[in-house]
Antibody, heavy 119, light 112 residues
């Protein structure tokens, strides 16, 4: 069974950093397209970043240069390093896996972890 | 790149059919057959309902169907049931220079 469990969220001051983790089970992270999607309180979904099985990474312009997506194959875990955080980064962050090995969708989701950027 | 455009709300009575539209451009919805739809109940993670425009994942009711014409995709829910009341989002792969995937603005479905 595919499972994704996010952790690492919390309260951080503007300009601060946070690293989110997404522990996967039931499949191999490195063999799948893995994404981060966020949802600000009361708002819609926003794609943040993706790492393809080949290792290529892509980011939304709103986070480019501040966020870094990565994976640890030995831990079967996906990460999102978030630096220079802003109030507008406040959101629930979900990790998601494509339905198939290389699908352009978000077939499996974690439960999300809340990041609050505030002084 | 703006979000794909969806109606803010759609409602219907139990047993009826409703359709949610998702309008983009030739750089996203119209350019690729990579449109997907998600159902989200309050406080829960989204759930994939349709992928690649019109395909249903295993376990999703056949009351849900998807289609596309030009730059507009649609999700139809037939035989509306109380448990279908939720927020629905479309998504598309995009060739935009600012992101790779774009979501719709979201539609609140109310079962009357």
């Amino acid at each position: 069974e595919v499972q994704l469990v996010e952790s690492g969220g919390g309260l951080v001051q503007p300009g601060g950093s946070l690293r989110l983790s997404c522990a996967a089970s039931g499949f191999t992270v490195s063999s799948n397209y893995m994404s981060w999607v966020r949802q600000a309180p009361g708002k819609g979904l926003e794609w943040v970043s993706v790492i393809y099985s080949g290792g290529s990474t892509y980011y939304a312009d709103s986070v480019k240069g501040r966020f870094t997506i990565s994976r640890d194959n030995s831990k079967n875990t996906l990460y999102l390093q978030m630096n220079s955080l802003r109030a507008e980064d406040t959101a629930v962050y979900y990790c998601a896996r494509a339905r198939g090995y290389s699908g352009y969708d978000f077939g499996y989701w974690g439960q999300g972890t809340l990041v609050t950027v505030s002084s | 790149q703006s979000a794909l455009t969806q109606p803010a709300s759609v409602s219907g009575s139990p047993g009826q059919s409703i359709t949610i539209s998702c309008t983009g451009t030739s750089s996203d919805v119209g350019g690729y057959n990579y449109v997907s739809w998600y159902q989200q109940h309050p406080g829960k993670a989204p759930k994939l309902m349709i992928y690649d425009v019109s395909n249903r994942p295993s376990g999703v009711s056949n009351r849900f169907s998807g289609s596309k014409s030009g730059n507009t995709a649609s999700l139809t829910i037939s035989g509306l049931q109380a448990e279908d009341e939720a927020d629905y989002y479309c998504s598309s792969y995009t060739s935009s220079s600012t992101l790779l995937y774009v979501f719709g603005t979201g539609t609140k479905v109310t079962v009357l």
